[in-house]
């Protein structure tokens, strides 16, 4: 059973370095390796024990003879698919010998690492104890390091959560049933059979369980980062869902997939194809864009409320009122997506069974405005304040002289946002690899060199140009709308289809926006067309939608049926703090575990009223801080024997003294008195021997060894 358990933990690391290689490999022939990687540990252990039954070398002989097999194997099965080859003129054979050198060169690592592992759990007693450790270094290899490759193994964050999580338990299920028998090899112990309890091998083994955790958090935490790369630098995948990352990033590279986020309608034909999600209003220069929350015009909300609410008109001029219904699918399910200003909002019930995760519908001040009435504008009218926030780029001199030279000879207000976007749209380029500035300045590396990147970069230098001339201006990400991708009135919105923009404001008009983002790819570069969806698929979700007539979320009792007055609960930022403060108290009281484990007998001593008691368990404590140094009680020996035998060995040229400590401690255990002179005389002596136990030690060694894995232990059972 243990073994079983233990090979298909291996089978989990090789799945996944098979997805890792999927391109070039084939699952079955990896399953072979797993068999065979297995089989050959086993028997090269049990080919040298008989062999070398009694050679003190015979671990080292094991593990030289089972990572040289592979390589043996290889060449023997390359010369013979070379003689196998001679007088044949088709290409069976090269065929043959290249898969043969391709499963070679991508699978020699992990086959050798599985057949030496299993050759060391058979002939050591702590590699079992070991292995969950070495297990969760090789799964955060995979991880960690490659990012990038996230999209190869999961699609989603949710499915790598669970995997993991099975993972672990199998770790722990793996550790709790290895209550087995361990032949030791350690001369310390004389080679007698030592009988390991099953909770001891669990104890043993949760030091490296932590040390897997924190691998796992940390490759996690890389796994998400990487996502922005992955979904074009706006979206960013979480534990359970998709959202907008909060911040404006300028990645070197991007890629795009294409997961169905949502299907979206409205009431009527309208030329607006930009759905708003967040506001990124506050610009530091280190930090670029971000959502600030205390930014002087909000949104009303960014979440979808529990029952209708509505919130106050706002500017009206060039504006009507759209009403929009959206379904979502792959997003998180409070995440408000609408056009221009939200109105009102309504959240539907949904029905058992449903594919969608949360229904609502909105209503919307959508602009309709022509551009010749925006022309007409000679300036925003903002508040000083409020338009000092909105202008603030950094005092940036390249952005500003970059800025009048492109509105040179232009005098009216829109003409001069026009004028930016068009310089940005028509002299620029679409890439999703804008590459890497030399000096770590992405912005300028684009605005001034490559003059390639993806809608991000096009924003973020269009809302800096803006505001380096006074005109106030934020930046917008959400989706944009294909519309020839309309189907029955609904639109499909898909996870490559988030973008960003710029909006800049309008005295009257509001906040207006405008879209830089070149059409043109960049030389050498396409833009593939996007991935149809399939027509079986959007069909199910239409004829999903069509057989359940929306039913309105009723008001909590006491409210009215529609409120105005509603601070809704932002459940995100509130799953973010909670998140937080788990983490911190997690890692206060996993630390205070480990503290309280290692120093648990010092901390007797020091609770202890009795002196007796408080001698005890100094004492015990101090056969903790000699277990690292290589103290050990065989099962011959008597404690006292133990001690003289340790300071022989350790610092025969000192005197260490541990036999007067252990008189005094067996006086304080067991004698019929035991004054305060002896107590005090019994630390004296503790002190002097820790003094030239550690003499000619660094501080940092002294560190390690309070720490090291066998100080943990029972001193005396």
Request: with cysteine.
């Amino acid at each position: 059973m243990v073994r079983a358990l233990r090979n298909l933990l291996w089978l989990y690391l090789f799945y996944h370095w098979y997805l890792y290689f999927q391109e070039y490999l084939s699952f079955f022939p990896v399953l072979l390796l797993w068999v065979g990687a297995i089989g050959l540990g086993s028997l090269s252990y049990k080919i040298c024990a008989r062999l070398l039954p009694k050679s003190s070398y015979k671990l080292f002989l094991t593990l030289l003879l089972t990572g040289l097999s592979p390589i043996l194997l290889y060449y023997c099965a390359k010369g013979l698919i070379l003689l196998g080859g001679i007088g044949f003129e088709d290409i069976t054979w090269d065929l043959i010998l290249l898969s043969l050198e391709r499963y070679f060169f991508f699978m020699i690592l992990p086959v050798e690492l599985l057949s030496l592992s299993t050759v060391l759990v058979y002939g050591t007693y702590s590699a079992m104890s070991l292995e969950p450790a070495f297990h969760g270094i090789l799964l955060t290899a995979l991880f960690f390091p490659e990012g990038g490759f996230r999209a190869h193994l999961y699609d989603h964050p949710l499915s790598l959560g669970i995997s993991v999580s099975l993972f672990l338990l199998g770790e722990i299920l793996l550790l709790i049933l290895t209550g087995r028998s361990s032949k030791a090899e350690d001369y310390r112990i004389e080679e007698h059979e030592r009988i390991v309890n099953r909770w001891t091998m669990v104890r043993k083994g949760l030091p490296y369980m932590a040390l897997l955790l924190l691998f796992l958090y940390l490759g996690y935490d890389r796994y998400t980062a990487r996502s922005l790369e992955a979904r074009g630098g706006l979206l960013k995948a979480e534990m359970f869902r998709f959202d907008f990352t909060h911040y404006l990033t300028l990645e070197t590279e991007i890629r795009q997939t294409k997961d169905l986020v949502l299907l979206y309608r409205r009431s009527e034909p309208i030329d607006r194809y930009l759905l708003k999600r967040f506001l990124l209003e506050g610009y530091d220069p280190k930090k670029g864009f971000f959502k600030d929350p205390s930014s002087p015009d909000p949104l009303p909300t960014e979440i979808v409320p529990p029952y209708p609410i509505s919130f106050p008109l706002r500017e009206t001029k060039g504006r009507k009122p759209i009403q929009q219904e959206l379904y979502i699918i792959n997003l998180d399910p409070q995440a408000l997506v609408s056009l221009d200003y939200p109105l009102r909002i309504v959240p539907f019930r949904t029905w058992p069974n449903s594919s969608f995760s949360r229904v609502y519908q909105v209503e919307s001040m959508a602009l309709t405005i022509l551009p010749l009435e925006l022309s007409e504008m000679k300036g925003p009218l903002m508040d000083p304040k409020t338009l000092r926030y909105y202008t603030e780029y950094g005092k940036n001199r390249r952005i500003r002289a970059l800025a009048e030279e492109i509105t040179r000879g232009i005098d009216t207000y829109y003409d001069k946002v026009q004028a930016i976007t068009d310089y940005l749209r028509y002299d620029y380029f679409y890439s999703l690899k804008p590459g890497k500035a030399p000096d770590g300045d992405q912005l300028s590396h684009f605005l001034f060199s490559s003059k390639k990147g993806y809608c991000s970069y096009f924003a973020f230098s269009m809302a800096l140009l803006c505001r380096s001339l006074g005109i106030p201006a934020r930046v917008v990400i959400g989706f944009y709308i294909d519309p020839e991708m309309e189907l029955l009135g609904y639109y499909p919105v898909r996870s490559d289809m988030a973008h960003a923009w710029v909006e800049v404001y309008f005295d009257g008009y509001g906040w207006v926006d405008f879209d830089p983002t070149s059409r043109t790819p960049a030389p050498g570069e396409t833009i593939l067309p996007g991935v149809q969806l399939k027509q079986e698929d959007i069909a199910s979700l239409l004829k999903e939608i069509l057989l359940h007539p929306l039913e309105t979320e009723p008001a909590p009792y006491g409210k009215a049926k529609e409120s105005k007055d509603f601070t809704p609960l932002n459940w995100m930022a509130l799953y973010k703090t909670f998140a937080r403060l788990s983490g911190i108290v997690l890692l206060t009281f996993g630390l205070g575990a480990i503290f309280l484990a290692r120093f648990r007998y010092r901390l007797k001593a020091f609770l202890s009223r009795s002196t007796r008691d408080r001698i005890q368990w100094a004492f015990w404590a101090f056969l903790q801080d000699l277990a690292p140094l290589g103290f050990v009680i065989t099962p011959s020996q008597t404690l006292k024997e133990a001690l003289e035998s340790f300071g022989n060995l350790f610092a025969p040229e000192k005197e260490t003294a541990l036999g007067d400590l252990f008189s005094l401690y067996q006086l304080a255990r067991f004698g019929e008195s035991f004054d305060q002179d002896e107590a005090n005389r019994f630390f004296s002596v503790l002190h002097k021997v820790r003094k030239n136990l550690y003499a000619r030690k660094n501080i940092l060694f002294r560190i390690l060894l309070r720490f090291h894995p066998k100080s943990f232990r029972r001193p005396i059972r």
